[in-house]
């Protein structure tokens, strides 16, 4: 069975930061540094729109434009887990942040992601 368990998520104000981690269980993830992983967020009435990825060997990340400079995103493979720093968050940062992977490269889109976390709200007051 494969388990993404978000945390972190929580009510901020606006220009303050958050840490968000996710960690994954389950047999597969026995060699998790072979998966990619990334992280999204939904909006209410908006799609899941991408918000970062890391490869499998932690050298490479991308992320979303509405992000980039404020948000960054790593990797431990000896706790099987991924976290998402976010800085200076503002209001419209205010979503469910989902934690997505798949073997292989990572990917900007959300069909391309096989195993998917129940998410961690965040709220950003301004």
């Known amino acids: 069975q494969v388990q993404l368990v978000e945390s972190g998520g929580g009510l901020v104000q606006a220009g303050g930061s958050l840490r968000l981690s996710c960690a994954a269980s389950?047999?597969?993830?026995?060699?998790?540094?072979?998966?990619?992983m990334a992280w999204f967020r939904q909006a209410p009435g908006k799609e899941r729109e991408f918000v970062a990825a890391?490869?499998?060997?932690?050298?490479?990340?991308d992320y979303g434009d509405s992000v980039k400079g404020r948000f960054a995103i790593s990797r431990d493979d000896a706790k099987n887990t991924v976290y998402l720093q976010m800085n200076s968050l503002k209001p419209e940062d205010t979503a469910v942040y989902f934690c997505?992977?798949?073997?292989?490269?990572?990917?900007?889109?959300?069909?391309?992601?096989?195993?998917w976390g129940q998410g961690t709200q965040v709220t950003v007051s301004s």
């Open positions: 997505a992977t798949r073997g292989g490269y990572y990917s900007d889109l959300r069909h391309r992601y096989d195993y």
């Open positions: 389950g047999q597969i993830f026995s060699r998790f540094s072979r998966y990619a």
């Open positions: 890391i490869s499998y060997s932690g050298s490479r990340t």
